[in-house]
């Protein structure tokens, strides 16, 4: 299931993408532009009606950079400052041309499909976790018996969960919908299978004549 998701992310953008071009995005009075002061409650944009404040797009932004600096263990450039903080307008906007597709086509996702899901499709951060694994492997068992403990709640992990499966589940509806009518052809087919299968063993000897004077 979880293979799906990742490999239904080409449609997904396709979908931004048509999003970007039929939507209306007007970026305003921003810092980003230089255009003027910004106050806590100035739009840097706003998509498709909706706002994106430069309080909310700076603390993205703050977030991303503290991310950055622990994994790095150093101080960000200048340049990795001005990256991460176009990451996080990008992020922004792409959440919510996401969340206007999904009220469009109806897309949601319930209490019980979440109970599922982090039942039984756990995320590659949980299957990785060595604390969850037996003899190198993942073990189902292990991680039943820390969803239903106190652990789970205290330490986060169910609110991680739910955060995930919220962001990803209907992610994956919006990909089944868009690639419900999408099938390949015989010739597509072939074609893949012979450029992952067809292969060629070639051996040569290498011949120099030694040229010899005439009679």
């Known amino acids: 299931m979880l293979q799906a998701m990742r490999s239904s992310a080409k ?10 071009i039929g939507g209306f995005l007007l970026v305003e009075s921003s810092g980003l532009l230089n255009r003027g002061a910004v106050t806590p409650t100035t739009p840097v944009a706003t998509v498709n009606g909706t706002d994106i404040l430069y309080t909310d797009w700076l603390r993205r932004s703050q977030q991303l950079a503290q991310q950055e600096q622990q994994q790095t263990g150093r101080s960000l450039t200048q340049d990795e400052q001005t990256r991460i903080e176009n990451q996080a307008f990008d992020e922004m906007v792409t959440e919510i041309l996401l969340q206007q597709e999904y009220r469009r086509r109806g897309i949601t996702i319930s209490d019980q499909e979440l109970r599922d899901y982090a039942r039984f499709a756990p995320p590659d951060w949980v299957t990785r976790d060595p604390s969850l694994q037996t003899e ?5 068992a292990k991680y039943q018996r820390l969803l239903a403990s106190s652990q789970a709640r205290q330490g986060g992990l169910l609110v991680a969960l739910e955060q995930y499966y919220r962001n990803e589940v209907p992610r994956e509806k919006l990909a089944e919908q868009v690639t419900a009518g999408v099938f390949a052809t015989d010739v597509d087919l072939w074609r893949a299978y012979q ?6 063993s070639v051996s040569f000897v290498v011949f120099r004549p030694t040229p ?4």
Do not use: H
């Open 11 to 20: 449609y997904v953008f396709w979908i931004l993408a048509f999003a970007f």
């Open 136 to 140: 190198g492997r993942f073990d189902p």
């Open 195 to 200: 450029d992952a299968n067809d292969s060629a």
């Open 212 to 215: 010899t004077a005439a009679d």
